[in-house]
């Protein structure tokens, strides 16, 4: 079963407008984390920002927030006032324990941005 | 500072041909993990290093693939016999989070990437 849902492949946005990219996540463990990574076409993953579960506040890193809805189980990224430099593959990720113990991340099959002149 | 390293860059094999691929984490970071990445997916796991220990491997696809840390730094990542699905990106990341106990820092708990080695095999 899928983990992590980005059911948007690609999305474009008008520069300096704020966009929103969608994460939905199943888990059954109260104890998890979950992250943002930007790809551009370079290919370096590029930590963006970071929810742990037990986060009231929901997270905000410079332009960058995350809607975190727990009770729905999404991670909604949004950009504010976006830019050129935006344009990239965007990836939803969680971290939860395995059952080797390791803490790896588990993606979601990315959304692409494009950022409109 | 400097960030997490990959060499080569990128690596043309022919079919049947062994492939090593280096990663040099974050200096003191703990944990190192390799993923795959196919072309237009995201990453997926592959193995998981705590300092010089390999303590989960369960994403390795077959016993092709082999991974060492020998001094809980640099790892390397080597395919055997290279087949032509192996061709994909190949990840590096490190973190400064150990398995035991929770965490929940941003610090502790995010994982670095390297810029990936772009394996094609022929």
């Known amino acids: 079963a899928q983990k992590i849902t980005q059911t948007q492949p690609g999305m474009f946005v008008q520069e300096k407008e704020a966009v929103t990219l969608d994460c939905t996540y199943d888990?059954?463990?109260?104890?998890?984390?979950l992250f943002w990574y930007k790809q551009p076409s370079s290919g370096e993953m590029i930590f963006l920002i970071y929810?742990?579960?037990?986060?009231?506040q929901n997270a905000t890193e410079g332009r960058y927030s995350l809607n975190f809805q727990k009770a729905r189980k999404s991670a909604n990224l949004v950009i504010s006032a976006s830019q050129l430099g935006d344009s990239a593959m965007y990836f939803c990720a969680m971290r939860e324990p395995s059952g080797a113990g390791s803490y790896q991340l588990t993606f979601g099959k990315g959304t692409k941005l494009s950022v409109i002149p | 500072g400097a960030g997490v390293s990959q060499s080569p860059r990128y690596k043309v094999a022919k079919r049947g041909q062994d492939v090593a691929l280096r990663c040099d984490p974050i200096?003191?970071?703990?944990?190192l993990f390799w993923y795959q990445q196919a072309l237009g997916q995201g990453p997926e796991f592959l193995t998981y290093?705590?300092?010089?220990?390999?303590?989960?491997k369960s994403g390795l696809p077959s016993d092709r693939f082999f991974a060492e840390r020998p001094e809980g730094s640099v790892s390397t990542l080597k395919i055997q016999r290279t087949q032509q699905e192996d061709s994909a990106v190949y990840l590096c990341a490190s973190s400064p989070r150990t398995r035991q106990g929770s965490s929940g820092s941003r610090r502790r708990e995010t994982q670095y990437f390297g810029p990936g080695t772009r394996l094609l095999v022929l």
């Open positions: 200096s003191g970071h703990v944990s």
């Open positions: 290093f705590q300092n010089e220990a390999q303590l989960d």
């Open positions: 929810q742990g579960s037990y986060d009231e």
């Open positions: 888990t059954s463990d109260q104890s998890y984390g």
